[in-house]
């Protein structure tokens, strides 16, 4: 997972790093309707880009302009240096699992491998140590039709490895998966992104891009909410969640608190304290447990609560309010 500190420092490489991907003013429309209306943005070279949003919010119809499989109604933008709408240029170099991946299942995984390579003019030598890398060495014989559905999401992704490309396309590779299989994921998306690629992934699962990601690109509805760091995402502050071992002695657990100069909320048996981005958690949790103990008050749970991704993106999406959006 990547630490704060290593944020910090992506964060001061993103103004000066190359860009992977531009575009500027996408927009698809379908007759009546507007999948993506008028979105701009840019990833960095070597990041690992969230393309997050709930459901019909346009992420699969985005990636599918980025990759030529579709044609935008307005905007232009730029892949690996290449126009979009020059896809013979990039495509070489890009690798990609949108929606579910299609394989014969009566065919080993090995060879489903070896067949897309082989129809993309990749060599095949390298089959095995793909299958390595997605850990499927011990069931590459194994018939496809026998994986599991998070080994067929890894055979997906090692198949979008295919040709060692620069830029790796990730359309909701743990959509459906157990936690066990996020986690295997997420694992396989760091080892990618470690051999220098870009990698971009999409999903509605927002606390499973907060683990991976050190970019985001937001959409809602087919339009651009926010482009920049997961820690940048305003919103949901972080608190501290306090609860006496004796449920009488909450009231007098709310004037410690507020002796102290703290915000304060009551939820059920617990007080809430909600922290501005100065405060230092471990110093007010230190003070407010001295205060507690010298007020004979024992504290049954004080920890300190983080603002989740999720909470972060729903209180900015609800605060932006668009007055227009796009129709589903």
Excluded at 121 to 142: A, F
Excluded at 240 to 265: F, N, Q, R, W
Aim: charge should be negative; hydrophobic fraction near 40%; charged fraction near 20%.
């Amino acid at each position: 997972m990547t630490t704060s500190a290593g944020r910090r420092g992506i964060v001061a490489l993103m103004t000066t790093a190359p860009v992977a991907v531009s575009v500027t003013g996408l927009t698809k429309r379908y007759r009546s309707r507007t999948a993506v209306d008028n979105v701009s943005f840019t990833v960095p070279t070597g990041s690992v880009t969230g393309l997050i949003g709930p459901n019909g919010a346009g992420k699969t119809t985005v990636m599918a302009m980025m990759l030529g499989l579709i044609t935008p109604s307005e905007g232009e933008g730029t892949v690996l240096g290449a126009p979009i709408r020059d896809r013979a240029r990039y495509l070489p170099r890009t690798g990609a699992l949108i929606e579910s991946p299609a394989f014969h299942p009566a065919v080993s995984g090995r060879d489903n491998l070896r067949s897309l390579a082989r129809l993309a003019g990749h060599s095949i030598t390298g089959i095995d140590d793909m299958l390595g890398i997605v850990g499927l060495s011990d069931r590459g014989g194994d018939r496809f039709g026998s994986y599991s559905l998070g080994m067929k999401q890894r055979l997906g992704i090692a198949a979008a490895l295919l040709g060692d490309p620069e830029l790796v396309i990730l359309d909701e590779p743990t959509n459906g998966l157990d936690p066990q299989g996020m986690q295997e994921i997420r694992d396989l998306i760091r080892i990618i992104s470690g051999q220098g690629r870009t990698v971009i992934v999409s999903s509605h699962l927002l606390g499973e891009l907060e683990q991976i990601c050190d970019w985001l690109v937001v959409l809602d509805h087919g339009g651009l909410v926010h482009l920049g760091t997961p820690e940048s995402l305003g919103g949901t502050a972080d608190a501290l969640v306090v609860e006496p071992c004796a449920a009488t002695d909450l009231d007098a657990l709310v004037v410690v608190a507020a002796s102290a100069g703290l915000p304060i909320d009551r939820v059920a048996e617990t007080i809430v304290i909600t922290l501005d981005v100065q405060s230092d958690a471990h110093r007010i949790a230190a003070d407010l447990n001295t205060r507690a103990h010298a007020a004979g008050i024992v504290l049954s749970e004080l920890h300190h609560r983080r603002a989740d991704l999720e909470s972060r993106y729903l209180t900015m999406i609800n605060a932006a309010a668009p007055t227009e959006k796009a129709v589903r």
